[in-house]
């Protein structure tokens, strides 16, 4: 296995074509979607006369904003935790110095970076974060009973791409060349998925919050948050 | 962690599932989620990751607390997830189970959706449990029987004809005895204000429809009533999810007021009647909006009130606390005309905690009193904290200006033993209103 | 109509103020289909109302007035109790026979044949031209004549099983009862009961489970069920149409088969004198309006469409519409200009050419024709009529308390 995954042409076809691959699927998987999903929406008739657009932002701000619902200050501490977690997991892999050089190698395009030790925190954050939610699946009661072994999965699924990553920039645990080939396909597996599990509720939520920030606020005129 | 009930018997469950075949029980199943449900169904399902964030949310939850099968999230997997995982085959002891937990378990308040970071609407899940409950046939024994008397009469209490035009014409009667000339005009074309009444109203609390006929006839209303089937505002095919009795229902309300050529439809204190009339009723048959306007008693007083059409002699002076229904708050924001109206009323007003559109429903909602005593127990452990609010604010009256939050309240006040007293605004008003000189008979 | 008075252009007919002296109390006022008469019921003393015809009081005092109407050739008919016996009372003379209750008034168009719902003892039924039918039944909801009057029907229960007894309700328990015989077939509901052109049959809807609607003609159903149905008419002597709800929504069926495109939501059908058939649509969520033959106006009205009427001739189709939360009236798919606060059954003139409708506005009445606002206002008026020449139109109206009937020349109306 080590030594497959030394092979350099698996290191080509990781670096290359599974990019490619990774990135395509995401981005089709999921206007694919949100295609089908807007289709169906029409289906039903009583979706798209009731949209509204000031109150779909309203919801959508309260809804990003941190402590914007009563919900959220109902929970301080999964919200503080979610809120860290989602910034680390977005922005880390975007603003990662070491990314940053890939894309530019590739299609020689770059932006800012970020300094590699506070992006080293962030990872770190992540991972810590994903410990809590994980802790508080497998603890509390009411969690425990709605969580099955995908819910688990999917922890696993997006914990890897950040645990590989920073070991193999660290050159812990396995040789750099395989940690790191590890790591791409983790989070190349990670994208891939986005579209087909319920990771994509990075996308979901502005189409229910589009809905439910529209009932609530143009037809029920009261607050979603 | 397993789901433990006590064992109730409703025959319109579990005699009714004797009654059906397993191919049945699959054939509601497929038209409900794949033929009716789509969009909403899909997304809400596969968007829900199991956060946890609804559970504290839900009334049922809080009064069981630590049985985590009673959450709201909880309650559609083992529903719809659990559907959808057996692919829909499954059991007529799965289908007693969902029929519990969406009748007894769940009242469609909606307050889950305002906890939940994707709004997904549970109510709407558990509104498909429902339907697909009733496409089989299985009911509580209690909503059924007004679903079925609805089907004919239009009215949920298989009141004949004559009896509500009896009742009517004897309620003149005793108006009569305090109001000059007091009258309750029946079937007058071309009125302003169609009044439609509640059915208990008519046969067990016409207490509500004379309190009403004194406000009309003081405030100078020009109103009437149908002289037709069509007369009871109250819709209980909305918790059956029997949608074709519902738009049957809904429809024959409007076309009442259409044919009597009335402007709009004002009804009492009733939350389920408005929240279908406006939304899930109209929607049913094809009108984004209501066709003609639909008021509801608490705007319809607001009204009244702040143009002066009737003056305030005495306010209340006891202490009173305000329940905010639902389906006329969360679903239509009336929390503030509710509270102008009760300042008006009231000298001394202690607001519960959480208050307004986020309230706790009153447990009684969504069809839960009405699924009759076998499920009054489900009821009355889902009141718990509504009963603590209501005893934290220490007041002595509940203004409830709905049918169901008023009895489901009186039964938590009997329980838990709050010492309050509940009441309608139409009982207020019409005990604190002046009756001008002229018109004393 | 022929006989009406077209001649005199305006007539004091009586002084409603008078009344309101004279008189306890004055109920809702109704006027004769030629306006020659203005009557409503009055209270001489508290319990004790009698009715007041042009300013005369009948003979007859009673408890109570109920379901007051003219008749097509001008008489006054209505319900009345009278020492706690309900019965019918025409013209100040009354029906021998007493009913424990007696409502929901009817005649048939010539106004010959009268009849009302009853009830006597705990059985329920109808009173037709004075004869009580032979059969009762434990309900008897609504009333229904037939074109000729020779038939009267209502929605009877022939089966009552305990309260609560779902199963046995559910079996059905409801059906047609005609002249006091009821079909043998009983379902959970009926309902949208209608006669043949020639008074022979008779149709309703008829629900047979929670999604298996159809349509029963003398008892006997079709063949074919649906998921929802809504009143059937005839078309002619034999052919019933009804709106049915399939998979793919709303269309329209004729003797249990499909013949309309689907729509959101198909009601009030209506066969015109010429032989087509128009009825309310909504060609998508939230928009509605008129189609014929299955085809849609092209324009569509947001809030609601009335059921279709018709130019004598059948060649214009008309309906009342709302939009911004104003009525009007649209003709062919074009809508008046001007929306007005209420509208009231618009009426064409009989070569077809005007439209003329009572309308109100900011609390005054007014005519309107042709979407064109009439030049008088009215305190109270009713809905204008056009002579059989159609160059006149007969109004009946109240102005500073006076009870008018007025004949206006058509070009008079607006100027």
């Known amino acids: 296995m080590e030594q497959f995954l030394n092979d350099p042409s698996i290191y080509t076809l990781v670096r290359g074509p599974l990019v490619w691959l990774a990135f395509i699927v995401f981005f089709v998987g999921m206007l694919y979607r949100i295609f089908t999903t807007l289709k169906m929406a029409k289906k039903e008739k009583v979706i798209y006369p009731y949209l509204s657009f000031k109150y779909t932002l309203r919801s959508i701000f309260r809804w990003l904003m941190p402590f914007g619902s009563i919900s959220m200050r109902k929970h301080p501490w999964f919200t503080i935790i979610t809120f860290i977690f989602h910034i680390c997991i977005i922005v880390t892999p975007i603003f990662l110095t070491g990314h940053m050089e890939l894309w530019n190698e590739s299609w020689e395009i770059s932006w800012l970076s970020l300094p590699v030790g506070l992006t080293d925190l962030m990872t770190i954050t992540v991972i810590v974060c994903l410990f809590f939610i994980f802790l508080r699946r497998l603890i509390q009661k009411d969690i425990r009973f709605l969580t099955s072994t995908s819910d688990y999965i999917l922890l696993v699924l997006v914990a890897l791409p950040f645990i590989t990553g920073f070991l193999s920039h660290h050159e812990l645990l396995l040789q750099y060349k395989i940690m790191l080939t590890i790591h791409m396909l983790s989070g190349e597996l990670m994208l891939i998925a986005i579209p087909f599990t319920k990771l994509s509720h990075m996308f979901m939520f502005f189409l229910t919050r589009a809905h439910t920030g529209s009932e609530f606020g143009a037809v029920r005129h009261s607050r979603d948050y | ?441 | 109509m022929v006989n009406w008075d077209w001649d005199i252009e305006e007539k004091l007919i009586c002084d409603i103020n008078e009344w309101k002296e004279k008189f306890l109390f004055v109920h809702e006022l109704i006027v004769s289909a030629d306006r020659e008469k203005i009557s409503a019921t009055v209270e001489i003393e508290d319990k004790k109302v009698t009715t007041c015809i042009n300013g005369k009081i009948w003979e007859n005092i009673f408890e109570r007035i109920c379901f007051p109407q003219y008749t097509q050739e001008g008489s006054l008919i209505c319900l009345v109790l009278q020492n706690y016996e309900w019965t019918l009372a025409k013209d100040d003379s009354l029906l021998e026979e007493t009913f424990d209750y007696a409502w929901n008034l009817k005649t048939d168009l010539s106004g010959k044949s009268i009849a009302f719902n009853i009830k006597k003892g705990d059985s329920y039924g109808v009173c037709l031209n004075g004869k009580i039918w032979d059969n009762l039944f434990f309900d008897a909801r609504d009333i229904f004549l037939s074109p000729d009057g020779e038939t009267s029907a209502s929605y009877v229960k022939i089966k009552n099983p305990p309260l609560l007894d779902i199963f046995s309700s559910k079996e059905g328990i409801w059906t047609v009862g005609i002249n006091g015989n009821a079909w043998d077939k009983s379902f959970i509901s009926v309902y949208g009961l209608c006669f043949s052109t020639d008074s022979k049959k008779v149709a309703a809807t008829v629900r047979l489970s929670q999604q298996e609607f159809t349509v029963a003609i003398d008892g006997i159903i079709w063949n074919e069920t649906f998921l929802n149905a809504w009143e059937p008419i005839f078309i002619n002597e034999n052919d019933v149409s009804v709106p049915v709800k399939t998979e793919n929504g709303w269309t329209l069926a004729i003797n249990g088969k499909a013949v309309w495109r689907s729509f959101n939501q198909l009601w009030h059908q209506r066969v015109s004198p010429d032989g087509r058939i128009a009825a309310v649509v909504s060609t998508e969520f939230g928009k509605w309006t008129i189609a014929i033959d299955g085809k849609p106006w092209e324009k569509t009205f947001s809030q609601n469409v009335l059921p279709p009427f018709f130019s004598p001739d059948g060649k214009k189709i008309g309906a009342v519409v709302r939009e911004n939360n104003l009525w009007t009236v649209a003709i062919d798919g074009k809508p008046w200009d001007i929306g007005f606060d209420r509208i009231w059954s618009p009426q064409f003139s009989p070569d077809g050419k005007h439209c003329i409708a009572k309308a109100e506005k900011d609390g005054v009445y007014f005519i309107v024709l042709d979407g064109k606002i009439g030049k008088d206002v009215f305190d109270i008026l009713w809905e204008p009529q056009f002579s059989p020449d159609g160059n006149k139109v007969l109004i009946g109206c109240i102005k500073n308390g006076k009870y008018l009937r007025k004949v206006l020349r058509l070009n008079e109306v607006l100027r």
């Open chain 2, 1 to 441: 962690m397993e789901f433990k009930r006590k064992p109730v018997t409703d025959i319109g469950i579990d005699e009714a599932l004797n009654r059906v075949d397993e191919e049945k029980i699959k054939k509601a199943i497929q038209w409900t989620l794949k033929k009716e449900a789509s969009a909403r169904l899909k997304i809400f399902v596969e968007t829900c990751m199991r956060c946890g964030m609804c559970t504290n949310s839900c009334h049922h939850y809080l009064g069981h607390e630590g049985d985590p099968t009673y959450a709201p999230a909880a309650k559609v997997k083992q529903t719809i997830w659990d559907i959808l995982d057996k692919k829909g085959n499954v059991s007529k002891e799965d289908i007693k189970k969902y029929a519990r937990i969406a009748f007894s378990e769940c009242n469609l308040c909606r307050r889950c959706v305002q906890y939940c970071p994707f709004g997904i609407d549970i109510a709407y899940l558990i509104s498909l449990v429902r339907r697909l409950c009733c496409l089989i046939g299985v009911v509580p024994q209690y909503i059924y029987d007004q679903v079925l008397s609805h089907m004919q009469t239009t009215n949920m209490l298989w009141f004949r004809q004559d009896e509500w035009l009896d009742t009517i014409q004897w309620l003149e009667d005793e108006l009569r005895a305090e109001i000059k000339n007091g009258k309750i005009p029946v079937g007058k074309k071309d009125a302003e204000v169609l009044y439609l009444a509640h059915g208990l109203e008519a046969k067990y609390m016409t207490g509500l429809l004379t309190n009403m006929a004194k406000i009309m006839n003081v405030a100078k209303v020009d109103w009437t009533v149908p002289d037709t089937d069509g007369w009871d505002y109250t819709v209980k095919a909305l918790y059956a999810q029997d949608l074709e009795t519902m738009g049957k229902v809904i429809r024959t309300h409007y076309e009442t007021a259409l044919r009597l050529n009335i402007k709009r439809i004002v009804i009492g204190e009733c939350g389920h009647a408005f929240r279908t009339a406006v939304y899930e009723g109209v929607r049913y048959l094809g009108w984004k909006e209501p066709p003609i306007p639909y008021i509801h008693g608490v705007q319809f007083f607001y009204e009244l009130i702040k143009e002066r059409k009737i003056k305030i002699t005495k306010k209340i002076e006891e202490p009173v606390t305000i329940q905010d229904p639902c389906n006329i708050i969360r679903y239509r924001g009336m929390g503030q005309m509710l509270r102008y109206i009760v300042k008006e009323l009231c000298e001394n007003i202690i607001e519960m905690s959480p208050k307004d559109d986020h309230n706790y429903c009153c447990s009684a909602g969504g069809g839960m009193i009405d699924s009759g005593p076998p499920w009054k127990t489900a009821r009355i452990e889902g009141g718990k904290v509504k009963a603590e609010q209501i005893s934290d604010t220490g007041a002595k009256i509940v203004i409830a200006p709905c049918h169901t939050c008023h009895k489901g309240i009186e039964d938590l006040n009997v329980y838990y033993k709050l010492n309050v007293h509940v009441k309608f605004l139409v009982d207020i008003i019409a005990e604190v209103m002046e009756i001008p000189e002229e018109m004393k008979p």
